[in-house]
């Protein structure tokens, strides 16, 4: 009896499976064929999500040693440590797409890939880590929670852990900021003075208007992306505006009103102009921030030769 020999599909009949996947709304996994413009826009996606979690540590880093108090360095410490930890998810996820660790950190130190324009914005006061922690961070949490259901499985597994520790990091910022809204004038005005500076580099970090972002529909129609920028920026705003109200702070848009009608904010006129400048790396940091990645790759060269040897060694 002689084996039955294994019919190889056809590129066709692969490419009828991984849509019948994204229809019936399972999840690709690694060891699945997949098209190798989804794999790129995977890695492409991914790895700018992993950049922004690891450049994101340097805002508000630079607080580390300047913390108010023991309490506050200890709540600051392990967000910041957090956010490594999301990068360590997300390039594993990438690796499970063929992307190399390395390389992708080459690439942003290199300017060939880009991460988050929000971190290339300077924290000039303690109040700054209150409000990335209520914005910045609530931004995220708008953007992050659909990719929970997003079709790549490592990706959304990913998303489910970074989500949750995401609203302590919201929580954490906003309970600063209360605080410090329970202080005194100075300190009230210190608040005032950086929503004044985050709220609308916030709203940028849902990426281009709908009409002006070309890999959105693609990325949509493969369950990527669950929902539009605008649509998750608008979510943003409806949250955020009476979280303001209860804080005491004023939002600087003289245009954010509630419509009656829809139960919706509408809002002034984003700044494209500006969000281009610090895409394309002329923000306020950008030079400082990659600097900054660049020295801890190769003073920390050491660190990964050394644990290759030990794994080499091991394995022999
Ligand atoms: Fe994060
Ligand atoms: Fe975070």
């Given at each position: 009896?002689?084996?039955?020999t294994?019919?190889?599909?056809?590129?066709?009949?692969?490419?009828?499976?991984?849509?019948?996947?994204?229809?019936?709304?399972?999840?690709?996994?690694?060891?699945?064929?997949?098209?190798?413009?989804?794999?790129?826009?995977?890695?492409?996606?991914?790895?700018?999500?992993?950049?922004?979690?690891?450049?994101?540590?340097?805002?508000?880093?630079?607080?580390?040693?300047?913390?108010?108090?023991?309490?506050?360095?200890?709540?600051?410490?392990?967000?910041?440590?957090?956010?490594?930890?999301?990068?360590?998810?997300?390039?594993?996820?990438?690796?499970?797409?063929?992307?190399?660790?390395?390389?992708?950190?080459?690439?942003?130190?290199?300017?060939?890939?880009?991460?988050?324009?929000?971190?290339?914005?300077?924290?000039?006061?303690?109040?700054?880590?209150?409000?990335?922690?209520?914005?910045?961070?609530?931004?995220?949490?708008?953007?992050?929670?659909?990719?929970?259901?997003?079709s790549?499985?490592?990706?959304?597994?990913?998303?489910?852990?970074?989500?949750?520790?995401?609203s302590?990091?919201?929580?954490?910022?906003?309970?600063?900021?209360?605080?410090m809204?329970?202080?005194?004038?100075?300190?009230?005005?210190?608040?005032?003075?950086?929503?004044?500076?985050?709220?609308?580099?916030?709203?940028?970090?849902?990426?281009?208007?709908?009409?002006?972002?070309?890999?959105?529909?693609?990325?949509m129609?493969?369950?990527?992306?669950?929902?539009?920028?605008?649509?998750?920026?608008?979510?943003?705003?409806?949250?955020?505006?009476?979280?303001?109200?209860?804080?005491?702070?004023?939002?600087?848009d003289?245009?954010?009103?509630?419509?009656?009608?829809?139960?919706?904010?509408?809002?002034?006129?984003?700044?494209?102009?500006?969000?281009?400048?610090?895409?394309?790396?002329n923000?306020?940091?950008?030079?400082?921030?990659?600097?900054?990645?660049?020295?801890?790759?190769?003073?920390?060269?050491?660190?990964?030769?050394?644990?290759?040897?030990?794994?080499?060694?091991?394995?022999?």
């Amino acid at each position: 009896m002689s084996a039955p020999t294994a019919v190889r599909p056809t590129e066709d009949e692969l490419q009828a499976q991984f849509d019948a996947t994204i229809a019936a709304d399972r999840r690709i996994e690694p060891r699945d064929w997949m098209p190798e413009k989804y794999r790129a826009g995977l890695v492409r996606q991914i790895a700018q999500h992993a950049h922004s979690e690891i450049i994101g540590m340097q805002p508000e880093g630079d607080w580390l040693l300047k913390a108010p108090s023991l309490r506050r360095k200890a709540v600051l410490l392990a967000k910041v440590q957090d956010e490594a930890g999301h990068g360590m998810y997300l390039y594993s996820a990438a690796e499970t797409l063929g992307a190399d660790r390395a390389d992708l950190t080459d690439k942003l130190v290199n300017g060939k890939q880009k991460y988050s324009s929000i971190f290339n914005y300077p924290t000039l006061t303690y109040a700054d880590c209150g409000v990335i922690g209520w914005l910045v961070d609530g931004a995220a949490i708008c953007n992050q929670v659909p990719l929970c259901r997003s079709s790549y499985g490592p990706y959304a597994r990913a998303m489910i852990r970074v989500c949750k520790e995401e609203s302590f990091h919201q929580r954490q910022g906003y309970e600063l900021l209360m605080t410090m809204m329970r202080g005194t004038d100075a300190q009230r005005a210190m608040v005032q003075d950086a929503v004044d500076r985050w709220w609308w580099p916030s709203l940028m970090m849902f990426g281009p208007p709908d009409d002006d972002s070309p890999n959105s529909a693609q990325s949509m129609a493969w369950g990527v992306k669950r929902h539009s920028n605008d649509e998750l920026r608008q979510r943003f705003v409806d949250m955020s505006v009476p979280q303001a109200e209860a804080l005491g702070v004023t939002l600087p848009d003289p245009e954010l009103a509630l419509d009656e009608t829809t139960g919706r904010y509408r809002f002034g006129q984003i700044d494209w102009t500006e969000f281009k400048q610090v895409i394309s790396g002329n923000g306020p940091c950008n030079e400082e921030r990659i600097t900054r990645r660049r020295a801890a790759r190769d003073d920390n060269a050491w660190v990964t030769e050394a644990a290759t040897a030990y794994a080499a060694k091991h394995s022999a």
